[in-house]
């Protein structure tokens, strides 16, 4: 377990925390979910771009581009209605596009459609009412009704073909709904975005060319299915070490891989209000038509999912396995949650805005990067124009905030000395080296006060 001194480290990295709770999937992420179906059930692949790292280089912009539409609606609206200035936009850009009153209901119409689609694309959704203004142009007639809106044309539209579908009973069978959205409830429905967990498990046919099945497992050497699969999970680790990151051979033992991925210092508990699974290091195992072709490394803790490592099956790349397995995770710690409430966030370990390769967990909203001096989360949308300008960056606005835990009295640090555990003002006393103080002392910035009474200082 080691910490990064931030502020001298090149490439700063920031513990950074998805909010699953509030998580909705990005356009970008349900292409992924629908390209992982389309390949189970009828085989397809993507000719796409085919990811060597759990990564899409152009998703950035794309969700950059989500968000922005959404900010700028969050700003301007209501959760029901736009506001009057945005109406007037829309009004002046009428003035300059519409020339005919035939154009200008299609126009409406098209414009109508385009904002509802967008904010359909899976960011979080906000119902939307665009409420039209009297047309202004040649003989405009302001005695006259105003024209009617989109949805209400829609609406007329859907009527008549029920009409014509059932013309004996289309119409009354119309009358006798009292609410609108009743008439409707497959359009309702299809209206609204679907949440991340139907877009992973939507059924598959009978038929479907491929299985794919997730297994979590424990890692523990004592665990059946744990010890039954690891030659399997590790020569697939040896094939993505070598094939994405080219390690040379002898850096992928089997001593290497377990002690970099199964060996744990979290210990398994089962505490009647935690998970089913219980707290402790996991193995999440992607089987394919009876292989293994990724496992993603998480820590299942009181208050979150920490995502560790994910090693891969690079034949699969074009399957986006990277963001596919952080989609699933979230997913996970979801349904974790239903059971023990106050597991909420997912982690996604470090955020290096210098790299590519660990950019992309930014993609994942509404995220916080952690403050390295307070140690308070903040939104990573109000990090990110520091990070633009500076690798190391203050994310707490306020100049007077201090990090709470800090060490206040490095007295009642904890040392081991001498096979005896003792307070530090009692080691001290028995230290001539000036040297030792001044380690002792960063040690005790660096964890904290809590952790400096909790944590043993090592000494010789």
């Avoid at 359009?187 to 498990?201: G, H, R, T, V, Y």
């Avoid at 409430?341 to 993609?363: A, D, E, N, R, T």
Wanted: hydrophobic share 30%.
């Amino acid at each position: 377990m080691y910490k990064p001194v931030m502020n001298q480290t090149c490439c700063p990295q920031y513990t950074i925390r998805c909010q699953p709770l509030q998580f909705q999937p990005s356009k970008s992420h349900k292409k992924v979910l629908k390209k992982m179906l389309k390949f189970l059930a009828k085989g397809e692949i993507s000719k796409g771009h085919c990811e060597d790292e759990p990564m899409e280089p152009t998703v950035e912009d794309a969700v950059a581009g989500d968000f922005a539409l959404i900010t700028k609606l969050d700003a301007q609206c209501d959760l029901r209605t736009l506001s009057g200035d945005f109406r007037e936009s829309l009004e002046s850009e009428e003035k300059k596009k519409i020339k005919s009153s035939k154009k200008e209901e299609s126009n409406e119409l098209i414009q109508s459609q385009d904002i509802e689609e967008k904010l359909g694309s899976g960011e979080p959704s906000h119902s939307v009412k665009v409420h039209t203004v009297p047309k202004p142009g040649k003989g405009a007639d302001l005695s006259k009704p105003p024209c009617r809106k989109a949805k209400e044309i829609r609406k007329e539209r859907r009527r008549l073909k029920l009409m014509q579908q059932n013309p004996a009973g289309g119409l009354e069978g119309f009358q006798a709904q009292c609410e609108p959205p009743a008439l409707f409830p497959a359009k309702a429905k299809s209206n609204q975005p679907k949440s991340l967990e139907d877009l992973i498990f939507e059924s598959l046919p009978e038929n479907a060319s491929h299985k794919l099945e997730v297994r979590l497992v424990p890692v523990s050497f004592e665990d059946p299915e744990f010890k039954s699969s690891f030659n399997q999970s590790f020569s697939l680790y040896v094939k993505y070490q070598m094939a994405i990151h080219q390690d040379p051979p002898d850096e992928c033992g089997k001593t290497e891989f377990t002690r970099f991925l199964c060996n744990s210092p979290l210990e398994a508990e089962n505490p009647p209000n935690g998970p089913d699974c219980g707290y402790g290091s996991f193995h999440q195992q992607y089987w394919l038509d009876g292989k293994i072709i990724a496992v993603g490394v998480i820590d299942i803790l009181p208050y979150c999912v920490s995502s560790v490592y994910l090693y891969y099956d690079p034949d699969y790349s074009f399957l986006s396995l990277g963001v596919y397995s952080a989609l699933r995770e979230i997913a996970f710690t979801r349904q974790l949650h239903e059971k023990t409430p106050q597991l909420s966030y997912y982690y996604m370990g470090f955020y290096i805005h210098s790299c590519p390769k660990m950019k992309y967990k930014g993609q994942y909203r509404p995220s916080d990067l952690l403050c390295p001096e307070t140690y308070v989360w903040v939104p990573i949308e109000q990090c990110l124009p520091s990070l633009e300008n500076f690798k190391y960056c203050r994310f707490n606005q306020d100049p007077e905030a201090v990090d709470e835990g800090r060490c206040k009295d490095p007295d009642r640090l904890q040392v081991f000395y001498r096979k005896a555990v003792m307070p530090y003002g009692v080691y001290k006393k028995q230290q001539r080296d000036p040297s030792e103080e001044a380690a002792v002392l960063q040690y005790a910035g660096l964890v904290g006060q809590a952790c400096s009474e909790r944590m043993l200082l090592f000494r010789s």
